[in-house]
């Protein structure tokens, strides 16, 4: 019943309002979590986005790594045609996998393919969150300072290339209160996370900012 009603809400902001802006998420089980959480927090999964007439597409597959990106979003828009946006929240699992400057240069590769397949759709760079565990690594440390250093090396690439960077400010301790078991975010940082997320996009979209860097408190009070 969920789907129907928002369905035919999005179809009257279509008709009455324009046309709707579509963003697809692409990540790994942290979107796919994110995705129930969205409609369990909204009571729809785009956001309560459809207000402002942008649509919200996620895709989350368990343990997705770099070089799933590409093919999953061919795929995907094989089947759903080009999206206006995608945002990807992906690369942390890919750590160690290979060389940090070989996986920045493969990255880096991914996103002028992806623009060569969907010339009309925008990328924004949804920054790595800190973890207490990388599968590939020796260290933490070492895993938290390659995380950081691809961040530093996509953000700027992708904004250069008329695209975007949302960042989480309110998300870069990994206590236990954010991080239930040193990669997945907890309820609490689910709801900071998805707020930050519709702040971000609503901006980007919007306002043609480039970096959303703002802590859900900072937001707030700019409302």
């Not at 990388?134 to 090396?153: D, F, P, Q, V, W």
């Not at 707020?195 to 703002?214: C, E, F, Q």
Request: glycine share 6%; net charge positive; charged share 20%.
């Amino acid at each position: 019943m969920m789907i129907k009603r928002d369905y035919y809400w999005i179809l009257f902001n279509t008709l009455f309002s324009g046309p709707n802006t579509t963003v697809w998420i692409i990540s790994s089980s942290i979107i796919k979590h994110a995705s129930h959480h969205a409609v369990q927090q909204f009571g729809n999964p785009h956001l309560d986005l459809h207000k402002h007439n942008i649509t919200v597409f996620w895709h989350g597959k368990s343990g997705m790594v770099w070089e799933d990106v590409e093919p999953t979003i061919t795929n995907i828009a094989e089947r759903r045609g080009h999206p206006d946006w995608v945002m990807l929240h992906c690369g942390g699992n890919s750590i160690g996998t290979m060389p940090l400057l070989r996986l920045q240069k493969f990255m880096k590769l991914t996103v002028v393919n992806l623009q060569t397949i969907l010339p009309n759709t925008r990328f924004i760079w949804s920054q790595i969150l800190p973890r207490n565990y990388y599968r590939h690594m020796l260290s933490n440390i070492a895993g938290e300072t390659a995380r950081k250093r691809i961040n530093k090396s996509l953000a700027p690439f992708i904004v250069k290339r008329k695209g975007a960077c949302l960042k989480y400010p309110d998300l870069q301790q990994c206590s236990p209160k954010y991080y239930r078991d040193g990669v997945h975010l907890s309820d609490t940082a689910q709801n900071t996370f998805l707020k930050t997320i519709r702040a971000g996009l609503l901006n980007i979209l919007h306002n043609n900012v480039k970096v959303y860097a703002k802590s859900h408190a900072e937001w707030f009070r700019s409302l």
